[in-house]
Protein backbone atom coordinates (compact mmCIF):
# COMPACT_ATOMS: atom_id res chain seq x y z
CA UNK A 1 0.00 0.00 0.00
CA UNK A 2 1.86 3.49 -0.92
CA UNK A 3 -1.02 5.28 0.41
CA UNK A 4 -1.76 5.56 3.53
CA UNK A 5 -5.67 6.69 4.32
CA UNK A 6 -5.79 9.37 7.00
CA UNK A 7 -9.80 9.82 6.63
CA UNK A 8 -12.81 8.69 4.98
CA UNK A 9 -15.13 11.31 4.71
CA UNK A 10 -18.81 10.58 3.25
CA UNK A 11 -19.79 13.54 0.42
CA UNK A 12 -22.36 13.60 -2.26
CA UNK A 13 -23.06 9.53 -2.04
CA UNK A 14 -19.53 8.70 -2.49
CA UNK A 15 -16.29 8.98 -0.07
CA UNK A 16 -13.64 11.45 0.12
CA UNK A 17 -10.26 9.98 1.55
CA UNK A 18 -7.95 12.15 2.54
CA UNK A 19 -4.53 10.20 1.35
CA UNK A 20 -0.88 10.52 2.19
CA UNK A 21 2.64 9.28 0.45
CA UNK A 22 5.92 9.24 0.59
CA UNK A 23 7.32 10.78 -2.93
CA UNK A 24 10.31 10.69 -4.62
CA UNK A 25 9.71 13.17 -7.07
CA UNK A 26 8.98 15.71 -4.02
CA UNK A 27 11.51 14.16 -1.42
CA UNK A 28 8.95 14.50 1.13
CA UNK A 29 5.30 13.17 2.51
CA UNK A 30 2.69 14.48 -0.21
CA UNK A 31 -1.36 14.81 1.26
CA UNK A 32 -3.90 14.41 -1.05
CA UNK A 33 -7.15 14.08 -1.35
CA UNK A 34 -9.17 11.31 -3.74
CA UNK A 35 -13.31 11.90 -3.68
CA UNK A 36 -14.66 8.53 -5.08
CA UNK A 37 -18.04 9.18 -6.46
CA UNK A 38 -20.66 6.26 -5.77
CA UNK A 39 -19.88 4.82 -9.02
CA UNK A 40 -16.88 3.71 -8.04
CA UNK A 41 -17.94 1.67 -5.05
CA UNK A 42 -20.81 -0.26 -7.99
CA UNK A 43 -17.59 0.10 -10.52
CA UNK A 44 -15.76 -2.26 -7.62
CA UNK A 45 -18.01 -4.77 -8.02
CA UNK A 46 -18.67 -5.13 -11.62
CA UNK A 47 -14.99 -4.39 -12.59
CA UNK A 48 -15.52 -1.54 -15.02
CA UNK A 49 -13.82 1.84 -14.20
CA UNK A 50 -14.13 5.31 -13.17
CA UNK A 51 -12.71 7.96 -15.29
CA UNK A 52 -10.41 10.52 -12.92
CA UNK A 53 -10.03 14.55 -12.86
CA UNK A 54 -7.64 16.13 -11.60
CA UNK A 55 -7.81 19.33 -9.57
CA UNK A 56 -4.82 21.81 -9.43
CA UNK A 57 -5.18 24.09 -6.85
CA UNK A 58 -4.31 27.54 -6.37
CA UNK A 59 -1.33 29.65 -4.39
CA UNK A 60 -1.33 28.68 -0.63
CA UNK A 61 -3.72 25.91 -0.98
CA UNK A 62 -4.30 22.22 -0.08
CA UNK A 63 -6.36 19.96 -1.10
CA UNK A 64 -8.18 20.84 1.22
CA UNK A 65 -9.47 24.17 0.21
CA UNK A 66 -11.08 23.00 -2.83
CA UNK A 67 -12.31 19.67 -1.24
CA UNK A 68 -14.39 21.95 0.96
CA UNK A 69 -15.27 24.79 -0.85
CA UNK A 70 -15.30 23.59 -4.46
CA UNK A 71 -18.55 22.18 -4.05
CA UNK A 72 -16.65 19.42 -7.40
CA UNK A 73 -18.04 16.52 -5.69
CA UNK A 74 -21.82 18.01 -6.32
CA UNK A 75 -21.64 17.34 -10.15
CA UNK A 76 -18.48 14.95 -10.35
CA UNK A 77 -21.11 12.29 -7.96
CA UNK A 78 -23.69 12.54 -10.91
CA UNK A 79 -21.18 12.05 -13.33
CA UNK A 80 -19.71 8.96 -12.08
CA UNK A 81 -16.48 10.87 -12.00
CA UNK A 82 -13.71 10.26 -9.16
CA UNK A 83 -11.50 13.54 -8.44
CA UNK A 84 -7.62 13.65 -6.75
CA UNK A 85 -6.92 17.52 -5.43
CA UNK A 86 -3.24 17.22 -5.12
CA UNK A 87 -0.70 19.71 -2.87
CA UNK A 88 0.39 22.46 -4.35
CA UNK A 89 4.27 22.11 -3.02
CA UNK A 90 6.79 20.10 -1.41
CA UNK A 91 5.94 20.20 2.08
CA UNK A 92 8.96 20.87 5.26
CA UNK A 93 12.38 20.39 2.96
CA UNK A 94 13.55 22.57 5.22
CA UNK A 95 14.81 25.00 2.63
CA UNK A 96 15.43 28.15 3.65
CA UNK A 97 13.04 30.47 2.83
CA UNK A 98 10.29 28.23 1.63
CA UNK A 99 8.07 29.00 3.98
CA UNK A 100 8.57 33.34 3.75
CA UNK A 101 6.00 34.04 0.57
CA UNK A 102 3.05 33.19 -0.47
CA UNK A 103 3.64 33.60 -3.73
CA UNK A 104 7.09 31.57 -3.55
CA UNK A 105 8.44 28.03 -2.56
CA UNK A 106 5.86 26.03 -0.17
CA UNK A 107 2.53 26.26 -1.38
CA UNK A 108 3.60 27.92 -4.64
CA UNK A 109 5.27 25.22 -6.26
CA UNK A 110 3.71 26.49 -9.80
CA UNK A 111 4.01 23.11 -11.29
CA UNK A 112 7.62 22.91 -12.65
CA UNK A 113 10.39 20.95 -11.84
CA UNK A 114 12.97 23.46 -10.31
CA UNK A 115 16.52 23.25 -11.95
CA UNK A 116 17.96 26.17 -9.69
CA UNK A 117 19.48 25.38 -6.23
CA UNK A 118 18.48 24.82 -3.82
CA UNK A 119 14.51 24.47 -5.06
CA UNK A 120 15.64 21.56 -7.37
CA UNK A 121 16.00 19.29 -4.33
CA UNK A 122 12.10 18.77 -4.39
CA UNK A 123 10.32 21.08 -5.71
CA UNK A 124 9.41 19.04 -8.99
CA UNK A 125 5.79 19.62 -9.16
CA UNK A 126 5.37 18.78 -12.77
CA UNK A 127 6.93 15.29 -12.46
CA UNK A 128 4.44 14.93 -9.31
CA UNK A 129 1.59 15.39 -11.15
CA UNK A 130 2.10 14.29 -14.64
CA UNK A 131 3.94 10.91 -13.59
CA UNK A 132 5.17 10.06 -10.07
CA UNK A 133 1.12 10.75 -8.82
CA UNK A 134 -1.04 8.90 -11.53
CA UNK A 135 1.50 5.81 -11.56
CA UNK A 136 0.89 5.50 -7.88
CA UNK A 137 -2.69 6.18 -7.54
CA UNK A 138 -3.86 3.88 -10.58
CA UNK A 139 -1.52 1.08 -9.21
CA UNK A 140 -3.14 0.97 -5.78
CA UNK A 141 -6.90 2.41 -7.08
CA UNK A 142 -7.80 -0.34 -9.51
CA UNK A 143 -10.93 1.24 -10.09
CA UNK A 144 -9.73 4.70 -11.07
CA UNK A 145 -9.47 4.35 -15.28
CA UNK A 146 -6.09 5.52 -16.31
CA UNK A 147 -7.04 5.40 -19.44
CA UNK A 148 -9.78 8.52 -18.76
CA UNK A 149 -8.10 11.80 -17.31
CA UNK A 150 -9.46 15.00 -17.86
CA UNK A 151 -7.32 18.25 -15.73
CA UNK A 152 -8.55 21.53 -14.35
CA UNK A 153 -7.48 23.81 -11.96
CA UNK A 154 -7.61 27.70 -10.26
CA UNK A 155 -5.23 30.45 -10.70
CA UNK A 156 -1.54 28.51 -10.05
CA UNK A 157 -3.70 25.51 -10.67
CA UNK A 158 -5.31 26.94 -13.82
CA UNK A 159 -1.77 27.39 -14.99
CA UNK A 160 -0.71 23.95 -14.00
CA UNK A 161 -3.95 23.04 -16.10
CA UNK A 162 -2.97 24.48 -18.96
CA UNK A 163 0.78 23.62 -19.30
CA UNK A 164 0.27 20.27 -18.40
CA UNK A 165 -2.43 19.72 -20.48
CA UNK A 166 -0.41 21.14 -23.94
CA UNK A 167 2.94 19.39 -22.64
CA UNK A 168 1.30 16.36 -23.24
CA UNK A 169 -0.74 15.90 -25.76
CA UNK A 170 -3.11 12.70 -25.29
CA UNK A 171 -2.43 12.39 -21.77
CA UNK A 172 -5.89 14.66 -20.68
CA UNK A 173 -8.83 14.01 -22.47
CA UNK A 174 -9.81 17.67 -21.78
CA UNK A 175 -8.99 20.59 -19.77
CA UNK A 176 -10.30 23.73 -18.02
CA UNK A 177 -8.94 26.19 -15.83
CA UNK A 178 -10.70 28.86 -13.27
CA UNK A 179 -8.90 32.20 -13.36
CA UNK A 180 -5.42 30.85 -14.73
CA UNK A 181 -2.31 32.47 -14.65
CA UNK A 182 -2.13 32.15 -18.70
CA UNK A 183 0.57 34.09 -18.97
CA UNK A 184 3.15 33.80 -16.34
CA UNK A 185 6.46 35.17 -18.18
CA UNK A 186 4.70 38.57 -18.39
CA UNK A 187 2.82 38.66 -14.89
CA UNK A 188 4.93 39.40 -11.38
CA UNK A 189 3.32 36.42 -9.81
CA UNK A 190 5.18 34.16 -12.67
CA UNK A 191 8.09 36.30 -13.18
CA UNK A 192 9.29 35.82 -10.02
CA UNK A 193 8.20 32.27 -9.46
CA UNK A 194 10.13 30.87 -12.63
CA UNK A 195 13.13 33.64 -11.67
CA UNK A 196 13.35 31.35 -8.30
CA UNK A 197 12.74 27.88 -10.55
CA UNK A 198 14.82 28.32 -12.95
CA UNK A 199 16.94 31.58 -12.48
CA UNK A 200 16.45 34.70 -14.23
CA UNK A 201 18.64 33.32 -17.58
CA UNK A 202 17.27 29.90 -18.32
CA UNK A 203 14.28 32.14 -20.52
CA UNK A 204 13.82 28.72 -21.96
CA UNK A 205 12.60 27.29 -19.20
CA UNK A 206 10.14 30.20 -18.62
CA UNK A 207 8.64 29.44 -21.82
CA UNK A 208 8.36 25.67 -21.77
CA UNK A 209 5.90 26.23 -18.58
CA UNK A 210 3.90 29.60 -20.22
CA UNK A 211 0.33 28.41 -21.30
CA UNK A 212 0.88 31.22 -24.30
CA UNK A 213 3.62 30.26 -25.54
CA UNK A 214 2.45 26.53 -25.33
CA UNK A 215 -0.63 27.25 -27.16
CA UNK A 216 1.45 28.74 -30.41
CA UNK A 217 2.74 24.92 -31.15
CA UNK A 218 -0.03 22.96 -30.17
CA UNK A 219 -1.45 20.87 -33.13
CA UNK A 220 -4.66 19.76 -33.77
CA UNK A 221 -8.45 20.77 -32.15
CA UNK A 222 -7.96 23.03 -28.61
CA UNK A 223 -11.29 22.51 -26.93
CA UNK A 224 -11.05 24.05 -23.60
CA UNK A 225 -12.98 26.22 -21.10
CA UNK A 226 -11.98 29.04 -19.11
CA UNK A 227 -13.59 31.20 -16.64
CA UNK A 228 -12.26 34.71 -14.88
CA UNK A 229 -14.40 36.82 -12.98
CA UNK A 230 -14.70 40.74 -13.96
CA UNK A 231 -14.23 41.68 -10.06
CA UNK A 232 -10.90 39.43 -9.60
CA UNK A 233 -8.42 41.50 -8.11
CA UNK A 234 -5.73 39.49 -9.75
CA UNK A 235 -7.15 39.40 -13.26
CA UNK A 236 -7.66 43.47 -12.80
CA UNK A 237 -3.80 43.61 -11.26
CA UNK A 238 -2.83 41.80 -14.38
CA UNK A 239 -1.70 38.86 -12.89
CA UNK A 240 -3.65 36.20 -15.16
CA UNK A 241 -3.85 37.90 -18.59
CA UNK A 242 -6.48 35.75 -20.03
CA UNK A 243 -6.51 37.43 -23.57
CA UNK A 244 -2.84 37.21 -24.05
CA UNK A 245 -3.44 33.61 -23.96
CA UNK A 246 -6.44 33.61 -26.22
CA UNK A 247 -4.87 36.12 -28.89
CA UNK A 248 -2.00 33.91 -29.25
CA UNK A 249 -4.40 31.10 -30.07
CA UNK A 250 -5.87 32.78 -32.01
CA UNK A 251 -2.57 33.39 -34.31
CA UNK A 252 -2.40 30.02 -34.28
CA UNK A 253 -5.94 29.03 -35.35
CA UNK A 254 -6.48 27.31 -32.06
CA UNK A 255 -8.85 29.86 -30.83
CA UNK A 256 -12.41 28.37 -32.60
CA UNK A 257 -13.47 25.96 -29.45
CA UNK A 258 -11.64 28.30 -27.00
CA UNK A 259 -14.46 29.40 -24.29
CA UNK A 260 -13.24 32.24 -22.47
CA UNK A 261 -16.16 33.34 -20.11
CA UNK A 262 -15.54 36.85 -18.52
CA UNK A 263 -18.09 36.25 -15.36
CA UNK A 264 -19.66 39.79 -14.46
CA UNK A 265 -18.79 40.50 -10.47
CA UNK A 266 -17.09 37.58 -9.63
CA UNK A 267 -13.91 37.88 -7.81
CA UNK A 268 -10.56 35.05 -7.32
CA UNK A 269 -12.35 33.08 -4.04
CA UNK A 270 -14.19 29.66 -3.87
CA UNK A 271 -17.25 31.41 -4.33
CA UNK A 272 -16.50 32.22 -7.77
CA UNK A 273 -15.46 28.48 -8.38
CA UNK A 274 -18.44 26.95 -6.53
CA UNK A 275 -20.83 28.70 -8.83
CA UNK A 276 -19.58 27.22 -11.94
CA UNK A 277 -17.84 23.72 -10.82
CA UNK A 278 -20.88 21.97 -12.14
CA UNK A 279 -20.15 23.34 -15.55
CA UNK A 280 -16.45 22.11 -15.41
CA UNK A 281 -17.05 18.97 -14.43
CA UNK A 282 -19.52 18.28 -17.30
CA UNK A 283 -16.82 19.96 -19.93
CA UNK A 284 -14.54 17.61 -18.41
CA UNK A 285 -17.40 14.38 -18.36
CA UNK A 286 -18.18 15.01 -21.90
CA UNK A 287 -14.45 14.07 -23.04
CA UNK A 288 -14.33 11.33 -20.71
CA UNK A 289 -17.39 9.64 -21.29
CA UNK A 290 -17.05 10.61 -25.36
CA UNK B 1 -28.89 52.17 7.19
CA UNK B 2 -28.32 50.10 10.22
CA UNK B 3 -25.91 47.72 8.46
CA UNK B 4 -22.85 48.16 6.91
CA UNK B 5 -22.34 46.19 3.99
CA UNK B 6 -18.24 44.98 4.07
CA UNK B 7 -18.07 42.78 1.65
CA UNK B 8 -19.96 41.89 -1.33
CA UNK B 9 -19.39 38.94 -3.03
CA UNK B 10 -20.76 37.34 -6.33
CA UNK B 11 -22.03 33.89 -5.56
CA UNK B 12 -24.57 31.52 -7.29
CA UNK B 13 -25.37 34.71 -10.04
CA UNK B 14 -26.62 36.55 -7.11
CA UNK B 15 -24.49 38.11 -3.86
CA UNK B 16 -23.64 37.00 -0.50
CA UNK B 17 -23.56 41.08 0.99
CA UNK B 18 -20.80 40.28 4.89
CA UNK B 19 -22.85 42.82 6.88
CA UNK B 20 -22.06 44.00 10.63
CA UNK B 21 -24.47 46.24 12.85
CA UNK B 22 -24.78 47.85 16.77
CA UNK B 23 -27.37 45.29 18.39
CA UNK B 24 -28.85 46.25 21.01
CA UNK B 25 -29.88 42.72 22.69
CA UNK B 26 -26.63 41.46 22.23
CA UNK B 27 -25.03 44.11 23.44
CA UNK B 28 -22.14 44.48 20.04
CA UNK B 29 -21.38 44.52 17.01
CA UNK B 30 -22.95 41.26 15.28
CA UNK B 31 -21.85 40.12 12.19
CA UNK B 32 -23.68 38.26 9.48
CA UNK B 33 -23.82 36.83 5.78
CA UNK B 34 -27.18 37.55 3.72
CA UNK B 35 -27.26 36.14 0.67
CA UNK B 36 -29.31 37.60 -2.04
CA UNK B 37 -31.03 34.98 -4.72
CA UNK B 38 -30.67 36.48 -8.38
CA UNK B 39 -34.84 37.10 -7.99
CA UNK B 40 -33.97 39.45 -5.20
CA UNK B 41 -32.17 41.73 -7.92
CA UNK B 42 -35.15 41.04 -10.23
CA UNK B 43 -37.54 41.23 -7.63
CA UNK B 44 -36.24 44.86 -6.56
CA UNK B 45 -37.71 45.92 -10.48
CA UNK B 46 -41.13 44.64 -9.59
CA UNK B 47 -41.09 45.48 -6.15
CA UNK B 48 -42.25 41.78 -5.33
CA UNK B 49 -40.19 40.22 -2.48
CA UNK B 50 -38.21 36.71 -1.79
CA UNK B 51 -38.53 34.72 0.83
CA UNK B 52 -36.16 34.20 3.74
CA UNK B 53 -34.47 31.25 5.22
CA UNK B 54 -32.71 31.69 8.36
CA UNK B 55 -29.45 29.58 8.89
CA UNK B 56 -28.40 28.76 12.21
CA UNK B 57 -24.78 27.78 12.80
CA UNK B 58 -23.08 25.37 15.06
CA UNK B 59 -20.73 25.55 18.04
CA UNK B 60 -17.66 27.81 17.43
CA UNK B 61 -19.01 28.91 13.71
CA UNK B 62 -19.80 32.28 12.60
CA UNK B 63 -21.85 32.64 9.37
CA UNK B 64 -18.88 32.67 7.13
CA UNK B 65 -18.79 28.60 7.93
CA UNK B 66 -21.71 28.08 6.01
CA UNK B 67 -21.57 30.50 3.87
CA UNK B 68 -18.57 28.66 2.19
CA UNK B 69 -18.56 25.32 2.90
CA UNK B 70 -22.89 23.86 3.42
CA UNK B 71 -23.81 24.87 -0.23
CA UNK B 72 -27.24 26.60 0.73
CA UNK B 73 -26.36 28.91 -2.40
CA UNK B 74 -26.97 26.57 -4.62
CA UNK B 75 -30.64 25.45 -4.47
CA UNK B 76 -31.23 28.85 -2.86
CA UNK B 77 -30.43 30.40 -6.14
CA UNK B 78 -32.16 28.22 -8.11
CA UNK B 79 -35.32 28.43 -6.11
CA UNK B 80 -35.22 32.12 -4.85
CA UNK B 81 -35.02 32.37 -1.48
CA UNK B 82 -32.58 34.27 0.54
CA UNK B 83 -30.61 33.26 3.11
CA UNK B 84 -29.54 34.41 6.46
CA UNK B 85 -26.19 33.06 8.45
CA UNK B 86 -26.09 34.74 11.76
CA UNK B 87 -23.15 34.84 13.99
CA UNK B 88 -23.61 31.95 17.46
CA UNK B 89 -23.06 34.44 19.70
CA UNK B 90 -21.95 38.40 20.95
CA UNK B 91 -18.63 38.40 20.41
CA UNK B 92 -16.04 40.72 22.38
CA UNK B 93 -18.24 41.63 25.24
CA UNK B 94 -14.75 40.73 27.82
CA UNK B 95 -17.04 38.66 30.75
CA UNK B 96 -14.29 36.90 32.11
CA UNK B 97 -13.89 33.15 30.90
CA UNK B 98 -15.93 33.86 27.78
CA UNK B 99 -13.93 32.79 24.93
CA UNK B 100 -11.94 29.70 27.79
CA UNK B 101 -14.23 26.66 25.78
CA UNK B 102 -15.50 25.72 22.49
CA UNK B 103 -19.01 25.00 24.09
CA UNK B 104 -19.85 27.82 25.90
CA UNK B 105 -19.73 31.48 25.65
CA UNK B 106 -18.24 32.99 22.40
CA UNK B 107 -19.29 30.73 19.67
CA UNK B 108 -22.20 28.96 21.84
CA UNK B 109 -25.06 31.16 22.81
CA UNK B 110 -26.99 28.51 22.52
CA UNK B 111 -29.80 30.92 20.87
CA UNK B 112 -31.37 31.36 24.47
CA UNK B 113 -31.83 35.02 26.86
CA UNK B 114 -29.15 34.42 29.52
CA UNK B 115 -31.06 35.10 32.78
CA UNK B 116 -27.43 34.11 34.88
CA UNK B 117 -25.22 36.46 35.91
CA UNK B 118 -22.96 37.65 34.31
CA UNK B 119 -23.78 36.13 30.78
CA UNK B 120 -27.29 38.09 31.02
CA UNK B 121 -24.79 41.06 29.71
CA UNK B 122 -25.32 40.39 26.13
CA UNK B 123 -26.14 36.28 25.77
CA UNK B 124 -29.09 36.96 24.56
CA UNK B 125 -29.57 35.40 21.09
CA UNK B 126 -33.41 33.92 21.31
CA UNK B 127 -34.03 37.80 21.16
CA UNK B 128 -31.57 38.48 18.57
CA UNK B 129 -32.63 35.91 16.49
CA UNK B 130 -36.32 35.80 16.57
CA UNK B 131 -37.37 39.86 16.95
CA UNK B 132 -34.20 42.24 16.62
CA UNK B 133 -32.14 40.79 13.70
CA UNK B 134 -35.20 40.12 11.91
CA UNK B 135 -36.53 43.02 12.12
CA UNK B 136 -34.03 45.12 11.44
CA UNK B 137 -33.31 43.51 8.05
CA UNK B 138 -36.67 43.36 7.20
CA UNK B 139 -36.78 47.35 7.32
CA UNK B 140 -33.58 47.71 5.55
CA UNK B 141 -33.96 45.48 2.90
CA UNK B 142 -37.28 46.30 1.25
CA UNK B 143 -36.66 43.05 -1.00
CA UNK B 144 -36.78 40.53 1.68
CA UNK B 145 -40.44 39.09 2.20
CA UNK B 146 -40.78 38.81 6.55
CA UNK B 147 -43.83 37.06 6.00
CA UNK B 148 -42.30 34.43 4.51
CA UNK B 149 -39.65 33.00 6.98
CA UNK B 150 -38.35 29.49 7.40
CA UNK B 151 -35.61 28.20 9.66
CA UNK B 152 -32.82 25.42 9.67
CA UNK B 153 -29.55 24.82 11.18
CA UNK B 154 -26.64 22.77 11.98
CA UNK B 155 -25.64 20.92 15.86
CA UNK B 156 -26.43 23.82 18.27
CA UNK B 157 -27.91 25.37 15.35
CA UNK B 158 -30.18 22.66 14.65
CA UNK B 159 -31.14 23.01 18.69
CA UNK B 160 -31.74 26.37 17.70
CA UNK B 161 -34.49 25.74 14.58
CA UNK B 162 -35.98 23.46 16.34
CA UNK B 163 -37.09 25.37 19.58
CA UNK B 164 -37.50 28.57 17.81
CA UNK B 165 -39.70 26.99 15.76
CA UNK B 166 -41.97 25.32 18.15
CA UNK B 167 -41.73 28.02 20.36
CA UNK B 168 -43.02 30.83 17.87
CA UNK B 169 -46.14 29.06 15.67
CA UNK B 170 -46.76 30.50 12.88
CA UNK B 171 -43.54 32.65 12.85
CA UNK B 172 -41.58 30.40 10.50
CA UNK B 173 -43.10 28.30 7.39
CA UNK B 174 -41.46 25.93 7.74
CA UNK B 175 -38.27 24.23 9.71
CA UNK B 176 -35.54 21.29 8.93
CA UNK B 177 -32.29 20.35 10.97
CA UNK B 178 -28.81 18.78 10.31
CA UNK B 179 -27.33 16.43 13.28
CA UNK B 180 -29.60 18.93 15.90
CA UNK B 181 -29.17 19.07 19.46
CA UNK B 182 -32.19 17.48 19.85
CA UNK B 183 -32.16 17.25 24.29
CA UNK B 184 -30.21 19.16 25.57
CA UNK B 185 -31.41 19.26 28.53
CA UNK B 186 -30.29 15.49 28.58
CA UNK B 187 -26.85 15.78 27.05
CA UNK B 188 -23.51 17.62 28.23
CA UNK B 189 -23.17 20.20 25.99
CA UNK B 190 -26.88 21.12 26.57
CA UNK B 191 -26.14 20.50 30.38
CA UNK B 192 -23.02 22.48 30.33
CA UNK B 193 -25.10 25.29 28.40
CA UNK B 194 -28.20 25.61 30.35
CA UNK B 195 -26.33 25.93 33.63
CA UNK B 196 -24.24 28.36 32.54
CA UNK B 197 -26.54 30.21 30.83
CA UNK B 198 -29.67 29.57 33.26
CA UNK B 199 -28.37 28.17 36.44
CA UNK B 200 -28.85 24.70 38.04
CA UNK B 201 -31.92 25.18 39.58
CA UNK B 202 -33.73 26.79 36.74
CA UNK B 203 -34.68 23.69 35.35
CA UNK B 204 -38.36 25.46 34.11
CA UNK B 205 -35.99 27.78 31.83
CA UNK B 206 -34.15 24.32 30.71
CA UNK B 207 -37.45 22.80 29.38
CA UNK B 208 -38.61 25.98 27.76
CA UNK B 209 -35.42 25.27 25.21
CA UNK B 210 -35.30 21.99 24.56
CA UNK B 211 -37.05 20.73 21.34
CA UNK B 212 -37.99 17.34 23.04
CA UNK B 213 -39.83 18.96 25.96
CA UNK B 214 -41.04 21.06 23.32
CA UNK B 215 -43.06 18.95 21.24
CA UNK B 216 -45.07 17.95 23.69
CA UNK B 217 -46.67 20.60 23.88
CA UNK B 218 -47.02 21.45 19.77
CA UNK B 219 -50.56 22.04 18.90
CA UNK B 220 -51.27 20.85 15.10
CA UNK B 221 -49.53 19.82 12.14
CA UNK B 222 -45.56 19.33 12.19
CA UNK B 223 -43.34 18.76 9.45
CA UNK B 224 -40.23 18.39 9.86
CA UNK B 225 -37.31 17.30 8.18
CA UNK B 226 -34.23 16.19 10.18
CA UNK B 227 -31.01 14.23 8.98
CA UNK B 228 -28.57 13.10 11.20
CA UNK B 229 -25.16 10.79 9.89
CA UNK B 230 -24.68 7.35 11.37
CA UNK B 231 -20.87 8.21 11.34
CA UNK B 232 -21.10 10.90 13.01
CA UNK B 233 -19.41 11.03 16.55
CA UNK B 234 -21.45 13.45 18.37
CA UNK B 235 -24.36 11.26 17.60
CA UNK B 236 -22.53 8.11 18.66
CA UNK B 237 -21.40 10.02 21.74
CA UNK B 238 -25.12 10.86 23.04
CA UNK B 239 -24.80 14.61 22.10
CA UNK B 240 -27.82 14.78 19.58
CA UNK B 241 -30.57 12.01 20.92
CA UNK B 242 -32.38 12.61 17.95
CA UNK B 243 -34.48 9.49 18.88
CA UNK B 244 -35.68 10.87 22.16
CA UNK B 245 -37.42 14.28 20.31
CA UNK B 246 -39.08 11.64 17.78
CA UNK B 247 -40.19 9.48 20.74
CA UNK B 248 -41.67 12.64 22.23
CA UNK B 249 -43.24 13.51 19.17
CA UNK B 250 -44.87 9.93 18.75
CA UNK B 251 -46.23 10.11 22.39
CA UNK B 252 -47.99 13.41 21.81
CA UNK B 253 -49.16 11.87 18.56
CA UNK B 254 -47.00 14.65 16.39
CA UNK B 255 -44.89 12.67 14.76
CA UNK B 256 -46.80 11.16 11.40
CA UNK B 257 -44.82 13.94 9.21
CA UNK B 258 -41.46 14.22 11.03
CA UNK B 259 -38.80 12.63 8.52
CA UNK B 260 -35.88 11.66 10.67
CA UNK B 261 -33.21 10.14 8.29
CA UNK B 262 -30.11 8.43 9.24
CA UNK B 263 -27.60 8.94 6.20
CA UNK B 264 -25.74 6.02 6.14
CA UNK B 265 -21.77 6.41 7.13
CA UNK B 266 -22.02 10.80 7.17
CA UNK B 267 -20.21 12.52 9.94
CA UNK B 268 -20.98 15.91 11.67
CA UNK B 269 -19.04 18.22 9.11
CA UNK B 270 -19.96 20.25 6.30
CA UNK B 271 -19.16 17.48 3.96
CA UNK B 272 -22.67 16.42 5.04
CA UNK B 273 -24.50 19.42 5.18
CA UNK B 274 -23.07 19.99 1.67
CA UNK B 275 -24.86 16.94 0.32
CA UNK B 276 -28.38 16.97 2.02
CA UNK B 277 -28.19 21.31 1.57
CA UNK B 278 -30.40 21.27 -1.47
CA UNK B 279 -32.88 18.70 0.35
CA UNK B 280 -33.26 21.40 2.98
CA UNK B 281 -33.74 24.38 0.87
CA UNK B 282 -36.43 22.34 -0.82
CA UNK B 283 -37.96 21.56 2.12
CA UNK B 284 -38.10 25.15 2.99
CA UNK B 285 -39.02 25.78 -0.50
CA UNK B 286 -42.33 23.80 -0.33
CA UNK B 287 -43.66 25.84 1.89
CA UNK B 288 -42.32 29.60 1.33
CA UNK B 289 -44.19 29.20 -2.29
CA UNK B 290 -46.52 26.99 -1.37
Request: aromatic share 14%.
Amino acid sequence: MAFTTNATIASFGGKLLKLSHEAKSTSCKMALNLYLPPQAFQAQKTTSKVPVLFYLSGLTCTGDNCSEKGFFQHKASEKGIAVVYPDTSPRGLNIQGEDDAYDFGSGAGFYVDATKEPYNKGYNMYTYITKELPETLFKEFDVLDGNRVSITGHSMGGHGALTLFLKNPGMYKSCSAFAPISNPINCPWGQKAFKGYFGEENQGKWKEHDATELVKQWKGHLHLLIDVGTGDNFYKQGQLLPENFLAAAKEAGNDKDIRLRFQQDYDHSYYFMATFADDHVEHAAKALFA
